[in-house]
């Protein structure tokens, strides 16, 4: 079991940050982690709060990223870094299933910050609710937050945060909300090329080891054009996409290289989406014959051969995509812009060019019936995908399927809505052969996914959103983990 306090006053130092920083950052973590827990599945680093963090740290001001789902710490893990480092401003993430975990983390710590502020999807999208959601909080940071960051700083540079002319003009900052006062204006989003790259002492290299090397999360782009209902990209973004230029991607990679990095984890959206960047991409790094491997999310349309070869000659290894349902219909309702026949020509194509393919899938969606979710299921085994994630559908604030269900009058309320819980299936040793005992056993140490961690809440206070129950839903979610995994063609490959 590693000492977490330890374990990340060790890191501070090997990286030479402060152990009396004026401000901390906090990725929270997606799930209540017990104490000890290291981390098994791979994830991606919170790439704002490594953006905000440098930003500080350039104007002078001593900053730490606690990255608590890096490192799987437990609430009381992080109290204790948070009162040990003791910071006048303490700042969170926020998407909407963290607010959970972090109302848990405020109500544990022993010492108050002078101010707390957050920032991230889940402010943005249901703005003063959050304030009703998390009463402490003393303001939140709407969007894109470079530039009413810069202003933050400023401020910080020239006033004390106890002193209360500061939270006076904090409510000037465009796209800031002080609780209590309205926003003064929307902030502006900052040029991506303009933007610094996330000092890499904000990452920490070690749970991301892989043979060979590190894998570490990248950014190229900012936002997705597709309009699926599910997805509140386009609220957090709106439906455009902006690029960074290839050369200074490439900058930051050759940075990454120099740390140790030898995998990419691209973050983006839809990193594949354009061609063109794709080709220039490849070219770039021959040019500075650079070899790194890397994987992204994709869609469907961006699968042609000459991007695969441009992809695969830059050393893509692995495509990730949301391919959602193996219904066209359901498909249709989810305006994902996708049909099983594009699915079927992509992975096929993926598996052509020796790139392997792993998928998301949804079981759930309002009106599905368990007949279509049964065609997903199918469809997943159809394909020969690489690995398969099945979710039970939520609605997130931000997305069109939340507005519907809302504007419905439906009798679920915010608080249903925003009930969330991260659910793995209820598959444990005893139901398993041994055959299928030694798959899981490999699954988990090839990082593909963590059966092992059975399902140990009780979830009956969650409301579905479905016409069948969360429990209904569960047994439809372990199946599809079952029928996928178990099969005896998926047992031969091991
Ligand atoms: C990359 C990504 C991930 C990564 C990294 C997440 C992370 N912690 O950064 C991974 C793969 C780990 C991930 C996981 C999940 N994700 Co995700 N993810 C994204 C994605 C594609 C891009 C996010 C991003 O990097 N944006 C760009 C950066 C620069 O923005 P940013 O980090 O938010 O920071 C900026 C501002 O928000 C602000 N800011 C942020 N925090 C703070 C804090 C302070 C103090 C201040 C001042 C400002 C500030 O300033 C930053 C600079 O501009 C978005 C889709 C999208 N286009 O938004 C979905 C998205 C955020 N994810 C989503 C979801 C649901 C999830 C998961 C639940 C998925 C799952 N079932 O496992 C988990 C939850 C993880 C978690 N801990 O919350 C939803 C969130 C919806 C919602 N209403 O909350 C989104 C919007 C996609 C969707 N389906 O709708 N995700
Ligand atoms: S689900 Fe993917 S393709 Fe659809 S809008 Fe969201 S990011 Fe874009």
């Known amino acids: 079991m590693i000492n977490a306090l330890n374990y990340f006053n060790q890191y501070l130092k090997d990286t030479n940050q402060p152990d009396n920083p004026d401000i901390v950052l906090v990725n929270p973590p997606l799930d209540i982690y017990d ?3 290291s981390g098994k599945y791979k994830t991606l680093p919170p790439f704002g709060l490594g953006i905000l963090a440098t930003m500080a740290d350039n104007a002078g001001i001593k900053t730490v990223l606690v990255d608590c789902e890096a490192i799987r710490l437990s609430p009381d893990e992080i109290c204790s870094i948070i009162d040990n480092l003791n910071p006048s401003v303490l700042g969170f ?6 607010v959970k975990t972090v109302k848990i983390i405020l109500d544990k710590l022993h010492k108050s910050p002078n101010l707390l502020i957050a920032g991230g999807v889940h402010p943005t999208t249901l703005k003063d609710y959050t304030f009703n959601q998390i009463p402490r909080l003393d303001a939140i940071f709407i969007g894109e937050s470079e530039f009413a960051w810069i202003e933050y700083l400023r401020l910080m540079n020239k006033t004390d945060v106890i002193n209360r002319s500061f939270k006076d003009s904090l409510r000037t900052i465009p796209g800031v909300i002080v609780n209590g006062y309205p926003m003064q204006g929307i902030g502006n989003k900052m040029e991506l090329d303009e933007v610094p790259f996330p000092a890499r002492k904000y990452s920490i290299n070690e749970p991301f080891k892989i043979s060979g090397g ?6 190229s782009s900012r936002g997705c054009p597709f309009p699926c209902k599910f997805c509140a990209a386009a609220a ?33 959206d839809t990193f594949t989406v354009v061609p063109k960047r ?5 070219t770039e790094l021959k040019n500075r014959q650079i070899e790194i491997k890397w994987k992204s999310f994709s869609r469907t349309e961006s699968i042609t051969e000459k991007n695969l070869e441009y992809m695969k000659e830059s050393g893509c290894h692995k495509l990730t995509f949301g391919i959602e349902s193996g219904s066209d219909d359901v498909l249709g309702i989810m305006n994902k812009k996708q049909n099983s026949d594009d699915v079927r020509r992509a992975i096929s194509l993926c598996k052509d060019f020796g790139i392997e393919t792993k998928a998301f899938f949804m ?16 469809f997943s085994i159809e394909l020969g995908l690489g690995s398969a994630f099945f979710y039970i559908v939520r609605a997130f604030p931000g997305t069109e399927l939340f507005n519907d269900i809302i504007k419905n009058g439906s009798n679920l309320s915010y608080n249903d809505l925003l009930d969330y819980q991260h659910i793995w299936p209820r598959i444990t040793d005893n139901d398993l052969t041994g055959e299928q005992l030694l798959v899981k056993n490999k699954l988990e140490k090839e990082d593909i996914f963590d059966l092992s961690k059975t399902l ?15 429990d209904e839903l569960c047994k439809e979610m372990a199946n599809a983990y079952i029928q996928f995994y178990f099969r005896q063609e998926y047992l031969d490959q091991f």
Do not use: C
């Open 456 to 470: 140990k809440y009780n979830i009956t206070h969650l409301k579905s959103i479905s016409e069948y129950s969360i």
């Open 214 to 219: 590190y894998q570490a999360g990248i950014l």
């Open 93 to 98: 993430n926020l998407t909407s299933p963290t």
């Open 236 to 268: 957090f973004t709106g439906r455009t996409i902006r690029f960074r230029s290839i050369n200074n991607l490439v900058d930051e990679i050759e940075i990454m290289l120099n740390d140790g990095i030898t995998h990419l984890h691209f973050g983006d």
């Open 278 to 282: 794709l080709k220039e991409f490849n």
């Open 363 to 378: 079981l759930g969606f309002p009106g599905e019936t368990k007949k279509q979710m049964q065609q997903t299921i199918d």
């Open 35 to 37: 104490p000890g827990q």
